[in-house]
Nanobody
Framework: QVQLVESGGGLVQAGGSLRLSCTVSGSRYSIDVMGWYCQAPGKQRRELVAQIDNGINTNYADSVKGRFTISRDNAKNTVYLQMNSLKPEDTAVYYC?????????WGQGTQVTVSS
């Protein structure tokens, strides 16, 4: 059974940094795409923050370009999200995503709160 375990969320002041991690276990296949989505308070949909394929190709939401960096360690089946220059509007629950074959798997979510 594929499981995604996230860590690294918390409370930080505006301008601060956090690093999220997500480790995938239980997969017999290679992970095609790994990424992070967020769901802000009062919003019903999760929105893309950043994603990375099994090469070096990355994609970022316009709102985080230049501030966030996504990376992955294939040997550890882990994806990271380095978040710098955090803003109050970055406050959300952040969910890790992994695409394995045709299956999409989600983590349980980790809360990121940025105070002004």
């Amino acid at each position: 059974q594929v499981q995604l375990v996230e860590s690294g969320g918390g409370l930080v002041q505006a301008g601060g940094s956090l690093r999220l991690s997500c480790t995938v276990s239980g997969s017999r296949y290679s992970i095609d795409v790994m990424g992070w989505y967020c769901q802000a308070p009062g919003k019903q949909r999760r929105e893309l923050v950043a994603q990375i394929d099994n090469g070096i190709n990355t994609n970022y939401a316009d709102s985080v370009k230049g501030r966030f960096t996504i990376s992955r360690d294939n040997a550890k089946n882990t994806v990271y999200l380095q978040m710098n220059s955090l803003k109050p509007e970055d406050t959300a629950v952040y969910y890790c995503l992994s695409l394995i074959g045709r299956q999409t798997y989600w983590g349980q979510g980790t809360q990121v709160t940025v105070s002004s």
